[in-house]
């Protein structure tokens, strides 16, 4: 199967700080990664679509000055909340694609901002 | 823009009973698919649809996809409470996956 892993699992920082959060394809190359946002009891927002070598495509109202994207290498992308604040705090899910139409989810990043 | 209307939002059944989620769309996906989450973890693919028309069973599921591809349902047959967990459906759309809200699924015991 498909394994999509992403690190840390979860993080607690001060506001103002700077928070990077890695999103892995462990057996197969993934050109293509999306990174989403969810609140409690709610449903997954597209924050930005993460293609390898090039910049990242962001959805509409995402900041992208604040949430940096750099797709490295075909197994990697990381997002990165800069300046982090308490309405920053959320569960962060990639996703890797893998093909014309499979998606494979990481287990997701829970981020508190103190 | 692609919209994904999922309902209900929540549902508390007793354990045994039998339920149904919809998706609906004025959209055509060229395939829809069914995802289930819990708590604290990443959304686990349950099944594609991608003919018009389809079903496809998965023990006690039952997964269709409209015969226009704008709608799909979910039904659950004798639901545990193992079934619990949020259920997302979500259309594949060019480059992206279009989520419907999601309905929250509470079998009580």
């Known amino acids: 199967g498909a394994v999509v892993s992403q690190h840390p699992s979860r993080v607690i920082c001060k506001s103002g700080t700077s928070v990077k959060i890695e999103c892995r394809s462990l057996d197969f190359q993934a050109t293509t990664m999306f990174w989403y946002r969810q609140f409690p009891k709610k449903s997954l927002m597209l924050m930005a679509t993460?293609?390898?070598?090039?910049?990242?495509?962001?959805e509409q109202g995402v900041e992208k000055d604040k949430f940096l994207i750099n797709h490295a290498s075909l197994t990697l992308s990381t997002l990165t909340v800069t300046s982090a604040h308490p309405e920053d705090s959320s569960f962060y899910i990639c996703?890797?694609?893998?093909?014309?139409?499979?998606?494979?989810f990481g287990p997701g990043t829970r981020l508190t901002v103190l | 823009t692609q919209l994904l209307e999922q309902s209900p939002q929540f549902l508390s059944i007793q354990e045994g009973e039998n339920l149904t989620v919809y998706c609906n769309s004025s959209s055509v996906f060229s395939s829809l698919q069914w995802y289930r989450q819990e708590p604290g973890e990443g959304p686990v693919l349950l099944v594609t649809v991608v003919t018009g028309g389809e079903v496809k069973k998965l023990k006690r599921l039952t997964f269709q996809f409209g015969d226009a591809r704008k709608d799909s349902s979910l039904h659950i047959t004798a639901a545990q409470p193992g079934d619990t967990g949020l259920y997302l459906c979500a259309g594949v759309g060019g480059n992206k996956l279009v989520f419907g809200a999601g309905t929250i699924l509470r079998v009580k015991s």
């Open positions: 996703s890797a694609r893998r093909g014309y139409n499979e998606q494979f």
């Open positions: 993460s293609n390898e070598g090039s910049k990242a495509t962001y």
